[in-house]
């Protein structure tokens, strides 16, 4: 018997990265099957996995917010643009399996042209987008196509835009653990596991009521030289030079990290740290990546400073070592005594 291709088929094919022009030669198409690998002949692209770098979002025929409600809509139902939907669409529910959005919460938006960004819908949730939630807008989060209405959060996504001009994607979900560490206000300490230091630049903006223009000020003050920035009492937000899969793998990365610090902390011993010049060897394979950090050109004494980071880690800035020597004592305890000591040894002094 013939096999018969179904639309469903083709983006299942485009979402495992294969070719849909490369099938079976007495495949039987769908009529919507057949409409679609028209489009995708004709526009001769073909690209549907995640992570096929800034040209995947450069669709073949351009537009700006200025272009003709025509324009506009060819362009939002393009094979291109269905292409990054998918993309979406998959990230949304990468989110959502690993718990890192709830509710309908987080969002996802793609630079897609000079001033147009593709985005998550408002009141949906991540883990159940379909292509068609999606919406179009410009910079200033105007709508230009889609029937959803786009998230509140865009404004956020667009200011990151707006002053990061690399930022081709960017992702806002509310991890647990990454979320705790903003809960509490601790900025996750550095020097304990490469890939965080290779891939994520963390900063904290304080809070402001979500989807304010406020917040996404306070949030783009930072992206100069941070892509992942913890939102106090939120959650986090990210921004990549690639592609938007590459955004939300800062969540991973920023999760597992948060996660993994913490157990560490809790294991009853001091956690070791790497020495500046390890981190410095990481610092420059982050620059030849192209990824910021505002670590970049410090002297190797100030690289692995965790003097904000308090539960049971010490920092490996030589001076600080005398918290490992009690371990079991906690450490705002041996912090008071030190202080206390100083205290002393000033008062005698004045005597
Ligand atoms: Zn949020």
């Given at each position: 018997?013939?096999?018969?291709?179904?639309?469903?088929?083709?983006?299942?094919?485009?979402r495992?990265?294969?070719d849909?022009?490369?099938?079976?030669?007495d495949a039987l198409?769908?009529?919507s099957a057949?409409?679609?690998?028209?489009?995708?002949?004709?526009?001769?692209s073909q690209r549907?996995?995640t992570?096929?770098g800034p040209?995947?979002?450069?669709p073949?025929?351009a537009?700006?917010?200025r272009?003709?409600k025509a324009d506009?809509e060819a362009?939002f139902?393009?094979?291109a643009?269905?292409?990054?939907?998918?993309?979406?669409c998959?990230?949304g529910?990468r989110?959502?399996?690993?718990?890192?959005?709830?509710?309908n919460?987080?969002?996802?938006?793609i630079?897609?042209g000079e001033?147009?960004?593709?985005c998550?819908p408002t009141?949906?949730?991540?883990?159940?987008?379909?292509p068609?939630?999606?919406?179009?807008?410009?910079l200033?989060?105007?709508?230009?196509a889609g029937?959803k209405?786009?998230?509140?959060e865009?404004l956020?996504?667009l200011q990151?835009?707006?002053?990061?001009?690399?930022?081709?994607a960017?992702v806002?979900?509310?991890?647990?653990y990454?979320?705790?560490?903003a809960v509490?206000?601790?900025e996750p300490?550095t020097?304990m596991?490469?890939?965080f230091e290779?891939f994520?630049?963390?900063?904290t903006?304080?809070?402001?009521?979500?989807?304010?223009p406020?917040?996404?000020?306070?949030v783009?003050d930072l992206v100069?030289k941070?892509?992942?920035?913890?939102?106090?009492?939120?959650?986090?937000?990210?921004?990549s030079h690639n592609?938007?899969e590459?955004a939300?793998?800062?969540?991973?990365?920023?999760e597992?990290?948060c996660r993994?610090?913490?157990v560490?902390?809790?294991?009853?011993?001091?956690?070791?740290?790497?020495?500046a010049?390890?981190?410095?060897?990481?610092l420059?394979?982050?620059?030849?990546l192209g990824?910021p950090?505002p670590r970049f050109?410090?002297?190797?004494?100030?690289l692995?400073?965790?003097?904000?980071?308090?539960?049971g880690?010490?920092c490996?800035?030589?001076?600080?070592s005398?918290?490992?020597s009690?371990?079991n004592?906690p450490?705002?305890?041996?912090?008071?005594?030190?202080?206390q000591?100083?205290?002393?040894?000033?008062?005698?002094?004045?005597k």
């Amino acid at each position: 018997m013939k096999q018969v291709i179904s639309l469903r088929d083709l983006e299942e094919m485009l979402r495992h990265g294969k070719d849909v022009r490369s099938l079976p030669a007495d495949a039987l198409l769908t009529p919507s099957a057949r409409d679609f690998l028209r489009e995708v002949e004709s526009s001769g692209s073909q690209r549907g996995r995640t992570g096929d770098g800034p040209a995947a979002s450069r669709p073949a025929k351009a537009v700006t917010a200025r272009s003709s409600k025509a324009d506009l809509e060819a362009f939002f139902n393009s094979p291109a643009i269905h292409e990054l939907k998918l993309q979406i669409c998959d990230i949304g529910r990468r989110l959502w399996q690993r718990a890192y959005v709830d509710g309908n919460g987080g969002n996802i938006a793609i630079r897609v042209g000079e001033d147009v960004v593709l985005c998550t819908p408002t009141l949906i949730s991540k883990g159940f987008m379909k292509p068609e939630d999606l919406c179009l807008v410009d910079l200033e989060g105007n709508q230009l196509a889609g029937t959803k209405k786009r998230t509140s959060e865009i404004l956020m996504h667009l200011q990151i835009m707006k002053r990061q001009p690399r930022a081709v994607a960017s992702v806002h979900c509310h991890p647990p653990y990454s979320t705790a560490f903003a809960v509490a206000g601790v900025e996750p300490p550095t020097c304990m596991i490469p890939e965080f230091e290779v891939f994520a630049s963390v900063a904290t903006a304080p809070y402001r009521t979500p989807g304010t223009p406020e917040m996404g000020q306070l949030v783009a003050d930072l992206v100069d030289k941070h892509n992942t920035i913890l939102m106090a009492n939120h959650g986090v937000v990210s921004w990549s030079h690639n592609n938007v899969e590459d955004a939300y793998f800062k969540m991973e990365i920023l999760e597992a990290y948060c996660r993994t610090v913490l157990v560490a902390s809790q294991l009853g011993k001091p956690v070791q740290t790497m020495t500046a010049p390890q981190l410095q060897d990481l610092l420059k394979i982050k620059q030849s990546l192209g990824i910021p950090d505002p670590r970049f050109g410090l002297k190797e004494c100030e690289l692995c400073d965790n003097a904000e980071w308090r539960p049971g880690v010490t920092c490996a800035v030589p001076g600080s070592s005398a918290a490992s020597s009690a371990p079991n004592a906690p450490p705002d305890t041996e912090a008071e005594a030190l202080v206390q000591a100083i205290t002393d040894q000033v008062m005698a002094g004045t005597k």
